[in-house]
């Protein structure tokens, strides 16, 4: 039997896309929905919801079949071509077996036969698909953990010997000024090798105050360890 209080634990969080063209079946289901979901966008019809998926990050997507302009399927297999792991559940009146094959096909994560009258087959289908999307953010929750690992172990790698270096031009330049020698071209340029290394390290600290591991994305990470590496050019 479905807790369904330890259900609406896992979901109140979650930000949902629900997509139905008939008004007053949008409004009932909303109904059920505003219980278990606190962030639901709407939107109309396919074309309304597929413009609203690309425009936000969702964690589940409920959605109709049949609705004019783009129906949902089509925007399914959409929404599946931008992230082939996001999680769809489908509401339809439709027994047709090759539209079923479709939306399998499509990668659909669960079917809800419409009207939704009995809520515990919504909180079965919503309890099996909740595991799916714990286990992605769990999934990306390692992927961060290993790419930060990643990041340390790369500036701790990579500038070993820029700082050594720094350290070098730093105590030569200091003792030429402690002992009135006269300071070079050379020492100049060195000098402007410090400054260099110095705001380029500076850029990733910058970076690793503002890191904010609960909401960046994993390829803005990846981007961060580029710049990690004191080789990185703009």
């Not at 330890?6 to 008004?23: A, M, P, R, S, W």
């Not at 290394?197 to 500076?202: A, N, R, W």
Request: with cysteine.
């Amino acid at each position: 039997m479905i807790e369904v209080e330890e259900l609406i634990k896992q979901t109140k969080d979650l930000k949902l896309l629900y997509v139905e063209d008939n008004k007053d079946a949008r409004d009932s289901t909303l109904l059920i929905l505003d219980d278990l979901f606190d962030n639901i966008i709407v939107g109309v019809d396919g074309k309304d919801g597929l413009e609203k998926f690309q425009s936000g990050v969702f964690d589940l997507v409920i959605t109709d079949i049949s609705m004019p302009i783009m129906d949902g399927l089509d925007m399914s297999r959409s929404i599946k071509k931008i992230n082939c792991n996001q999680p769809i559940i489908v509401l339809t009146a439709l027994t047709d077996i090759s539209i079923v094959k479709e939306a399998i096909d499509i990668g659909i994560d669960a079917f809800i036969n419409k009207p939704l009258e009995d809520l515990d087959i919504l909180f079965n289908k919503l309890e099996k698909v909740m595991k799916k999307i714990n286990y992605e953010k769990t999934q990306q929750e390692l992927e961060k953990a290993k790419l930060l690992f990643g990041m340390i172990r790369n500036i701790s790698h990579h500038w070993k010997q820029p700082l050594s270096i720094i350290s070098t031009i730093s105590s030569g330049f200091s003792f030429k000024i402690e002992n009135g020698v006269k300071i070079s071209d050379e020492d100049c340029k060195n000098i402007q090798i410090i400054t260099k290394k110095v705001e380029e390290l500076s850029t990733v600290f910058d970076k690793l105050d503002t890191l904010d591991l609960d909401t960046i994305d994993i390829k803005e990470f990846e981007k961060l360890i580029e710049i990690s590496n004191p080789m990185y050019s703009q």
